[in-house]
């Protein structure tokens, strides 16, 4: 996984797994690129990646999050919930917005 923070108005935290940086995915009318610019930050363990999502959480961040790994990440560090997930070419995408 890697994951990369945005500073912006408030923080937006990519999380992604590694495999899908640079693909594209479409699916009817949804589309995501992952993009290196975006996506592609510091390599991460499980571990890491969830204390960064819960300290970010409490920063009132935003989280952008691709992939299998690294939603299953983010479920399991509490910063999205199951009903957030959408599938693009069987790839779970989902967007933390609080």
């Known amino acids: 996984m890697h994951i990369k923070i945005h500073e912006s108005y408030r923080k937006i935290v990519a999380l992604c797994d590694e495999s899908l940086i640079g693909k594209t995915f479409t699916e009817g009318i949804k589309q995501i690129e ?3 610019n975006f996506f592609n ?3 991460t363990s499980k571990k890491e990646a969830i ?3 819960q300290d970010m959480n409490k920063e009132d ?3 952008f999050i691709v992939g ?3 939603v299953q990440t983010a479920l399991d560090a509490k910063v999205i919930s199951k009903k957030g997930i959408m599938n693009i070419e069987e ?3 989902a ?3 609080f």
């Open 34 to 36: 992952v993009r290196p």
């Open 41 to 43: 930050g510091e390599k």
């Open 51 to 53: 204390k960064t999502l």
């Open 61 to 63: 961040a935003t989280f």
């Open 68 to 70: 299998k790994e690294s």
């Open 91 to 93: 790839v779970p995408v």
């Open 95 to 97: 967007l933390g917005l």
